[in-house]
């Protein structure tokens, strides 16, 4: 596995990580803690480095990945996320100083560390100044208990009023074939300040693999069943994009999913796309997709295919959408 640098930062991971969200939250069941635990060190053996989960993912999902990465501690980047009040992504923001330091003492309990690699903000608490989340988290790293800082779909004011009390090492949010938004702002502030980009989502939530089309039923706890890009009319509109990157993907002799994470890796050597997955060959097809190297007549092709769709729907529900870009 290739290894890239999270901007300016020196921090080191895998060109590809592991988001850990769907072991337990927004996809449906829980995976049972065996089968979760054998497929987080299924992607250390593949060469996965970066691991992502969140106090808001439940504490099942921060046990487990702690349990799995003990073996290779030191040799893995555990990131996770504060933010939400009661650790519940449904009651709103809560980045007060006295909530964060509580949080990071909760996530090195639950996973059983001394120390957070990257101690993300899971959404901008408007109701806490940037400045005083980034100094909190500016003392938790002098005391040795957060290696570095990000954020998590953070507008460029916020990343740059972060920035400027404690350097921001990544920022993560959605990007892929059908959400470019970051081009527009994220991306060039980023650039600018030197900070990484991490990706979630970057196979459109599964869509992009074309195992979704518009008969697929989710089940009743899935999130996608309230996202307006996943209705039935958006899924049979948005197949026209699948079928573009199929036939990108044919061409190459790779999957879809596989031409929809090289996209992602090439537009900037600083991004680092983070799929989640809970199926151990669906790990291997991620983990492959950083040996696809798309030229520069490729790239174009995809440019080309790309603007030949318009996306319909939303990705997020309007209480959602109000969370994010500030």
């Given amino acids: 596995m290739q290894k890239r640098k999270l901007g300016n930062s020196g921090l080191e991971v895998s060109a590809i990580g592991f988001g850990a969200m769907g072991i337990s939250f927004g996809y449906g069941p829980a995976m049972e803690r065996a089968a979760a635990i054998e497929l987080i060190r299924g992607a250390v053996e593949r060469g996965v480095t970066l691991f992502d989960t969140a106090e808001a993912y439940g504490a099942f999902n921060e046990e487990v990945v702690g349990e799995a990465l003990a073996p290779v501690r030191d040799r893995v980047v555990i990131a996770t996320k504060f933010g939400f009040k009661d650790g519940d992504s449904k009651t709103g923001m809560d980045s007060r100083p006295e909530r964060i330091r509580a ?4 996530s090195l309990r ?18 806490v100044p940037i400045e005083d989340v980034a100094g909190t988290v500016k003392e ?18 916020t990343i740059r009023r972060a920035h400027a009390v404690q350097p921001v ?24 300040l030197g900070i990484g980009f991490v990706p979630f989502s970057p196979l459109g939530k599964g869509f992009l693999t074309g ?30 994009l699948v079928d573009e990157i199929a036939a990108i993907a044919a061409a190459k002799g790779v999957t879809r999913a596989q031409i929809a994470l090289a996209w992602v890796l090439a537009q900037k050597p ?4 983070i799929p989640g997955t809970t199926k151990l060959h669906r790990l291997d097809e991620n983990v492959r997709a950083a040996d696809v190297k798309l030229d520069a007549a490729d790239l174009r092709k995809i440019a080309d295919a790309l603007a030949t769709v318009k996306v319909v729907g939303d990705r997020y529900p309007a209480h959602l959408a109000a969370r994010v870009g500030k």
Wanted: net charge negative; glycine share 4%.
């Fill in 103 to 106: 949080v990071v003492d909760q």
């Fill in 110 to 127: 639950r996973m059983k560390t001394d120390h957070i690699d990257l101690f993300y903000q899971h959404r901008p608490d408007p109701n």
């Fill in 140 to 157: 938790l790293i002098k005391a040795g208990k957060v290696k570095h800082f990000g954020l998590s779909e953070a507008g460029a004011q």
């Fill in 169 to 192: 090492t990544a920022l993560q949010s959605e990007y892929s074939m059908w959400w470019r938004e970051p081009e527009n702002e994220i991306l060039p502030t980023l650039e600018e």
């Fill in 211 to 240: 195992a979704i089309d518009e008969t697929t039923s989710f089940s009743k706890d899935d999130f996608r069943n309230i996202v307006p890009r996943f209705s039935p009319e958006a899924r049979k509109a948005n197949q026209a």
């Fill in 270 to 273: 600083w991004i680092v796309p």
